[in-house]
T-cell receptor, first 111, second 112 residues
């Protein structure tokens, strides 16, 4: 089974609003990564947070990690129509290079 | 601008035919991954290599799938014989160890 489960499965918001996506995973990890996929395209890495980190920022992105709850969240602030995409969390299993992807959240940002 | 390249971008074939997908990882990346994406199963890791050696291919149906890295600039994924259930988008990605992975544009495979 997939390592990560994300919610919501789909999210629709207006431009300017914030979007929050959550990810839960099952086992010990080296790090957790968030990726974005535009329709019909490959995945693009957004941000990586290590298991000993609790929060990380990159531009309009803010990621949190709670290893005690085995969960992470991705916040996109001041969303834009161009943020419309699917967002995946992915965990690198402890002591491996294996990246296991969650089910993804489809984000629609309306202008 | 370093990128992972994949060929072909699209492939339509008939059941029973051999399919070969190719990937050129980013120069200097020592880890190469093959994924399959479908609506039903999402993104699945099929196999991965480090320094050209296969480390894990547990996600791959062994009877018909094979993955190789003939050299550091080429990774291949073969399906023989192909079946309709193999229809999916196949992605290659490369990385330096457990860091961010760089994905190629994918090969969209349709098996009739």
């Amino acid at each position: 089974s997939q390592q990560g489960e994300e919610d919501p499965q789909a999210l629709s918001i207006q431009e300017g609003e914030n979007a929050t996506m959550n990810c839960s995973y099952k086992t010990s990890i080296n790090n957790l990564q968030w990726y974005r996929q535009n329709s019909g395209r490959g995945l693009v890495h957004l941000i990586l947070i290590r298991s000993n980190e609790r929060e990380k920022h990159s531009g309009r992105l803010r990621v949190t990690l709670d290893t005690s709850k085995k969960s992470s969240s991705l916040l996109i602030t001041a969303s834009r129509a161009a943020d419309t995409a699917s967002y995946f969390c992915a965990t690198v299993l402890y002591n491996t290079d294996k990246l296991i992807f969650g089910t993804g959240t489809r984000l629609q940002v309306f202008p | 601008d370093a990128r992972v390249t994949q060929t072909p971008r699209h492939k339509v074939t008939e059941m029973g035919q051999e399919v070969t997908m190719r990937c050129q990882p980013i120069l200097g990346h020592n880890t190469v991954f093959w994924y399959r994406q479908t609506m039903m199963q999402g993104l699945e890791l099929l196999a991965y290599f480090r320094n050209r050696a296969p480390l894990d291919d547990s996600g791959m149906p062994k009877d018909r799938f094979s993955a190789e890295m003939p050299d550091a600039t080429l990774a291949t994924l073969k399906i023989q014989p192909s079946e309709p259930r193999d229809s999916a988008v196949y992605f290659c990605a490369s990385a330096r160890r457990s860091n961010e992975q760089f994905f190629g544009p994918g090969t969209r495979l349709t098996v009739l």
